[in-house]
C-alpha cells in the first residue's frame, strides 16, 4: 500500500528479496512514474487474470509486525483515517534493518527470566497484585502517584514472560517514567528496533498505542481521559489486548462517560483518600465583581503575592492567545470586525489580525475611523501585560505555539491550557476565566473542564500537601474564577468525588456519546448513507452530523463516503 494513496496495489516480489518481504514490510515501489515508500499489507496475492505486476524497486526494512498491521486496519475503519497514515505512526522513524538482542537474563517472551518486581500488595479499599481479565477502569485522585500500578501491571507481563504496554499522555511524562522504571531494575525499551525485539516493557505517549510487541501480556493507560483526538489511543490500546487475551487497566481521576458505560464502574478508592489526593479548590464568583476590574479579581491579587512572599510560583490559564480578541471602538462603540469576512479581528498591538481570513489592518475603526479601541475580550498577551504592572515583577508567556521552546523561570506565568502541560510543579494556578471550558459549545465541554482541573492539580498537589503548606490563601490552591460557581463539575473538584459528575441521564435523553456513535462529514452535497438506522443533519458550511446506535453502523456507513469523515468529533 503506498503512503500517498488509500489504495491497495499488487506488486511482485523479486526472487532476492522473498525471504525478506512479509506482511507489514517497508518496501520502495514505482508509482506513478516516481519510487514512493509503501508498506506490505497481503502476500500471496493472485493478480486479476491478464495483469502484469510491476516488480518492487527496493526493500526498507522492518515495519509494523502482523498484529499490529490488523490492529491499524481496525482503527483506519473505527476512525475513518487513512491506513497508511496509521502505518506510518506504526512505523520506525528510520530503517530498520535488524533487531537487537535483549540482554543476558532480561524476561523474554515466551518464556525465560523470571519475575523480577515484587509482588503489589493489597490496595486499600480494593484491589490486589493480580490484574483481573479483560480491561478493567481505576479512578485514582490528581496528585496519587501512579507508579504503582504501572510496577503492578509490570509483574503481571513479567510473571508470564511477555511484554508490558504502558502509555502516558505527553513524551515528557513518558521520558520521566522510564527512567524511573530503570532505577528500579526495570528493563525498558528506548526505540523501536527495542520494543519489536521484545523488550520486556515499553513507555510511550499516544503513538506508542501501535508499537512493535511481539506478544502483549498486560497494558496500563495513565490518564485514560486524555487521549481523544484523531483517534482514542486508550481505546486502541484496550482493543489491542483484547485480542492478545492480555488485562488491561485504564486509569483516570476522572473517567469519562463513554469508559463508564463502556468498561464499567470503575474501580475507587476509599472516600478519604480520595478526596485527600484532590487539590484544595477556591471558587471565585464574578457574578457580583465590578466590570472594571477585568480577569484580575481582588481574590486573584491576594492569592498571587501571597505566592510571590513565599518565592512559589503562580500559573495563571486563560485559553485565547493575542492582546485582545474583541475589541470595539472607544468613540462610536461599534464593534471591530475584519473588513473581508466580517468576522471578529484580534489586536496584536500594532494591527488588528483576522483569525478567519488571515487579513490585516491597521489599528482604525471602519465606520468613525478613531484610532482608539477598548477591549472587551482579553488575550493571554494582554494578560500579561497587566499582570506586570500590577505585582511589578516580569510574567512569562506560555502558549501551545510555544513548540519546543523553554518555558520561561518567571514566578508567574500566563498561557493558554498548555501551560498546564508544560509546567511540572507550581504553588498555585488559577484559572481566570473558567466559563469559557464550562460553556464551551461542546457536549463533552464539561469532561474536558475537569480533565483541566485534574491537570491543575497535578501541579500543585492534594489537600495534605496544601495544608502543610498553606497559611490562609497561599500555594497548594487551584482557583477558579466563574460566574457559574453551583457547576456540577466545581461541586465535583470541590468535594474530590468526580462520581459527582454525571451526564448519563442527559446524553441518554439527548442520544449523546456513550448512548449513540456521532461522525461529522465534509462534503458538498448530502450524501446517501446506507442503513436504516442512520441519520444525517447539516452543521452548516458542506459539514454534516451523522448519528447512529453504535460504531458498527456507522463506520460501515461513512466507510463507503469519500470526503472528509471524522468520527468521535470533539467540537459538536
Known sequence: MPAVSRRRFDYAVPERWRADVRAGTR?????????VGAWVVECEV?????VVVRELTGVSGWGPPPAVLELAEW???RWAIPLATLLRVAS?????????ELAEGAARPGGGGGPRIAERPARPGGGGGTLPAGVSLRRLPPAEDLLGAVLEVVASSERSGTSALVLVPSRGWAERLAARLRARGVDVASSWAEAAAGWPVVVGSRAAAWAPVPRLGAAVVLDAHDYEDRYDASEVVAERARRAGAPCLLVSACPTAVQRVRYGPPEVPERAAERAGWPALRVVDRRGSDPRTGLLSEELVQLARRVLSLGEQLVCVLNRTGRARLSACASCGALVRCTVCGRAVESTGTVLRCRGCAAERPVVCAECGSLRMKVLR???????EELEALLGVRVGEVSGRAGDEPVPDDTVLVGTEAVLHRVRHAGAVAFLDFDQHLCAPRFSAGEQALALLVRAGRLVGGRDLGARRRSGVGPGVVMVQTRLPDHDVLRAAVAGDPGLFTELELRKELRLPPFSALATLKVDAMPVLEGERVEMS???AGRWLVRAPD???LCDAIAKVHGGARVDPLDV
Open 27 to 35: 518496501v520502495r515501489v514505482p508509482f506513478h512514474g516516481r519510487r
Open 46 to 50: 493472485t493478480p486479476p487474470s491478464g
Open 75 to 77: 482503527g483506519a475503519w
Open 92 to 100: 520506525p522513524e528510520r530503517n530498520v534493518r535488524t533487531l537487537p
Open 378 to 384: 482579553q488575550g493571554v498577551a494582554r494578560v500579561r
Open 538 to 540: 447539516p452543521l452548516g
Open 551 to 553: 460504531h458498527r453502523t
